[in-house]
């Protein structure tokens, strides 16, 4: 049972498993969060981040040069800066948003439990 992961490993086939289940991941909670999930922009920078470092391990994995693995880290570094760029702006928006006046059932005059 060693040989078989000591071979993925040197090949660089287990960043490949996991970059598939990356991938599943992002269609299932594209798929999920179609109506009420977090928004897809920031999703998908976020798991792009996530790849290109899987990415720069398998090219460090397999002997690949500095370079291919400074690219993809710094491939990793632009896919997080959007993602917190794209955080960011809806916190400011939703920050800027206000609050509804008047009274509501969501108010805590009525949700409020004694």
């Given at each position: 049972m060693e040989a078989p992961i000591a071979a993925a490993f040197a090949s660089g086939r287990i960043v490949d498993g996991i970059?598939?289940?990356v991938a599943c991941e992002a269609l299932a909670l594209a798929w999920i969060g179609r109506r009420r999930g977090p928004p897809l922009p920031s999703l998908l920078a976020n798991l792009a981040s996530g790849a290109a470092l899987m990415?720069?391990?398998?090219?460090?994995?397999v002997?690949?040069?500095w370079v291919a693995v400074a690219g993809?880290?710094?491939a990793g570094l632009i896919a997080h800066l959007a993602d917190l760029g794209l955080r960011f702006r809806a916190a400011t928006a939703q920050r800027r948003s206000r609050a509804p006046t008047g009274t509501t059932p969501q108010t805590a005059?009525?949700?409020?439990?004694t």
């Open positions: 970059l598939l289940l990415l720069a391990l398998r090219a460090a994995l002997g690949a040069g993809w880290l710094l005059a009525f949700t409020r439990v």
